[in-house]
């Protein structure tokens, strides 16, 4: 989509074809020579929820990093609402709430007291305000025990909770999260995501996960990552629709499994995933013809069993977050 037929007014564009609320345009980012993301587009409307999902150093957690305005992108341009972002951006960027995967708070500092800095630094409360907002999620979180341990001597767990509780705390218009829910038990999981169902219900979202789950249940479009590029986007319905030719196989011979057969099966540009191991062998195809054809030659040995069936959510998902 180009950034066309524009109107600017300060620093607003209003794009007649950008109706995303978050709109990425051919976003790179290098690093050491090295594409970490590399020409990525992506639109994102108002109050929506998007998945993140790659495999390990598919560029995730710097897309959402460059998204936060943590890190500068090299190239390509991001509108929030029509307004073009940059890293200083401040009024944008106290917008936007980020919450890392690791520990950013000041470990020689309390729960408490990292919490009224954070309060401190995205809204203009007065002493008791302030003090009002963090008790009450401190109370929600069932953070009282731990309000006013070091964060240093805190489980990873509770470490999890109290990083969790500022989205609550800040309410912000978008929140970017990476692996928000790792680590954490599957009460604490259903306790976090119905929270922002019912709290940020109007905050557009944004987090990675390597969660099936959460995945599945808790986003309205995914973007699947490889390489630092977007290979599939989309909700699970278009997914589903752009992969309805797809099926997986499994044969098991009688006897070990021909090293020409898997040959022929690794060697096919449109058999993938291949696993062979002792008298099975198993793969997708993106083409049933194709899968038959193979299938012909397979009967020239001696096959005790073969199933077939479609594609689903949770095979799109292994195959693009365990490469």
Same mark, same amino acid.
């Given at each position: 989509?180009?950034?066309?037929?524009? !109107?600017?007014?300060?620093?607003?564009?209003?794009?007649?074809?950008?109706?995303?609320?978050?709109?990425?345009?051919?976003?790179?980012?290098?690093?050491?020579?090295?594409?970490?993301?590399?020409?990525?587009?992506?639109?994102?409307?108002?109050?929506?929820?998007?998945?993140?999902?790659?495999?390990?150093?598919?560029?995730?957690?710097?897309?959402?990093?460059?998204?936060?305005?943590?890190?500068?992108?090299?190239?390509?341009?991001?509108?929030?609402?029509?307004?073009?972002?940059?890293?200083?951006?401040?009024?944008?960027?106290?917008?936007?709430?980020?919450?890392?995967?690791?520990?950013?708070?000041?470990?020689?500092?309390?729960?408490?007291?990292?919490?009224?800095?954070?309060?401190?630094?995205? $809204?203009?409360?007065?002493?008791?305000?302030?003090?009002?907002?963090?008790?009450?999620?401190?109370?929600?979180?069932?953070?009282?025990?731990?309000?006013?341990?070091?964060?240093?001597?805190?489980?990873?767990?509770?470490? $999890?909770?109290?990083?969790?509780?500022?989205?609550?705390?800040?309410?912000?218009?978008?929140?970017?999260?990476? $692996?928000?829910?790792?680590?954490?038990?599957?009460?604490?999981?259903?306790?976090?995501?119905?929270?922002?169902?019912?709290?940020?219900?109007?905050?557009?979202?944004?987090?990675?996960?390597?969660?099936?789950?959460?995945?599945?249940?808790?986003?309205?479009?995914?973007?699947?990552?490889?390489?630092?590029?977007?290979?599939?986007?989309?909700?699970?319905?278009?997914?589903?629709?752009?992969?309805?030719?797809?099926?997986?196989?499994?044969?098991?011979?009688?006897?070990?499994?021909?090293?020409?057969?898997?040959?022929?099966?690794?060697?096919?540009?449109?058999?993938?995933?291949?696993?062979?191991?002792?008298? !099975?062998?198993?793969?997708?195809?993106?083409?049933?013809?194709?899968?038959?054809?193979?299938?012909?030659?397979?009967?020239?040995?001696?096959?005790?069993?073969?199933?077939?069936?479609?594609?689903?959510?949770?095979?799109?998902?292994?195959?693009?977050? $365990?490469?």
């Amino acid at each position: 989509m180009s950034i066309v037929n524009q !109107a600017k007014i300060g620093t607003r564009f209003i794009d007649r074809k950008m109706a995303a609320y978050i709109y990425l345009k051919s976003i790179g980012k290098k690093i050491k020579n090295d594409f970490v993301v590399a020409d990525l587009d992506l639109g994102l409307e108002k109050s929506q929820t998007l998945a993140v999902v790659g495999a390990n150093n598919s560029g995730k957690s710097i897309l959402l990093k460059i998204l936060a305005g943590i890190i500068d992108r090299d190239f390509g341009k991001i509108f929030y609402d029509g307004v073009d972002f940059s890293k200083n951006n401040i009024k944008l960027r106290k917008k936007i709430c980020y919450i890392p995967s690791n520990n950013d708070f000041i470990n020689c500092l309390s729960v408490y007291e990292n919490l009224l800095i954070y309060v401190n630094m995205v $809204k203009k409360l007065t002493r008791v305000e302030a003090k009002n907002i963090i008790q009450n999620w401190i109370d929600i979180f069932d953070l009282n025990r731990i309000s006013s341990t070091k964060i240093s001597n805190l489980r990873h767990e509770d470490l $999890k909770m109290v990083s969790l509780s500022r989205a609550f705390i800040h309410q912000p218009d978008i929140l970017i999260m990476d $692996k928000p829910t790792e680590g954490l038990d599957i009460e604490k999981r259903m306790f976090f995501w119905n929270k922002i169902q019912t709290v940020l219900k109007n905050s557009t979202i944004i987090f990675s996960s390597h969660d099936l789950v959460e995945v599945e249940n808790f986003s309205d479009r995914i973007s699947f990552l490889d390489n630092g590029k977007i290979r599939l986007n989309g909700s699970i319905a278009d997914l589903m629709s752009k992969t309805k030719s797809y099926n997986h196989h499994r044969i098991v011979f009688e006897d070990y499994a021909d090293k020409n057969l898997i040959d022929l099966l690794s060697n096919n540009s449109k058999c993938y995933h291949l696993k062979a191991e002792g008298r !099975a062998v198993e793969f997708f195809s993106s083409d049933r013809r194709d899968a038959l054809s193979i299938l012909k030659t397979a009967f020239n040995y001696e096959i005790i069993d073969y199933k077939e069936r479609s594609f689903s959510f949770q095979d799109i998902f292994l195959n693009q977050t $365990k490469k």
